[in-house]
């Protein structure tokens, strides 16, 4: 069954940092692509950021230049460095992997969400 437990989620100020990770079991992980994902109360769930199975990344225009997605296969996780947070950037997180790339693209056909961690930016 495929599982995603997301963690590092704080309350940062504006212009602080934070590394999210997301472990994933279930999946063969060396052959899926991972993205991160956000929801902020009373909005829809957005894509943030994707790493391809190849190591490729694309960053949603909100995450470019503030955002860095990485992953160890190694580990089955994948992470989100964030910095320069804005209190814009608060909401839950969530990551997801597929096998095609282009499925990352289309949050509303995903399934298996975890928990979410919870990113909060405020002074």
């Known amino acids: 069954q495929v599982s995603f437990v997301e963690s590092g989620g704080a309350l940062v100020q504006p212009g602080g940092s934070l590394r999210l990770s997301c472990v994933a079991s279930?999946?063969?992980?060396?052959?899926?692509?991972n993205g991160w994902y956000r929801q902020a109360p009373g909005k829809k769930r957005e894509l943030v950021a994707v790493v391809t199975q190849f190591g490729n990344t694309d960053y949603s225009n909100a995450a470019k230049g503030r955002f860095t997605i990485s992953r160890d296969n190694g580990k089955k996780t994948v992470y989100l460095q964030m910095n320069s947070l804005k209190p814009e950037d608060a909401a839950v997180y969530f990551c997801n992997a597929q096998t095609k790339v282009r499925r990352m693209y289309h949050t509303d056909g995903l399934a298996d969400w975890g928990q979410g961690t919870q990113v909060t930016v405020s002074s």
């Open positions: 279930g999946i063969d992980f060396e052959r899926y692509h």
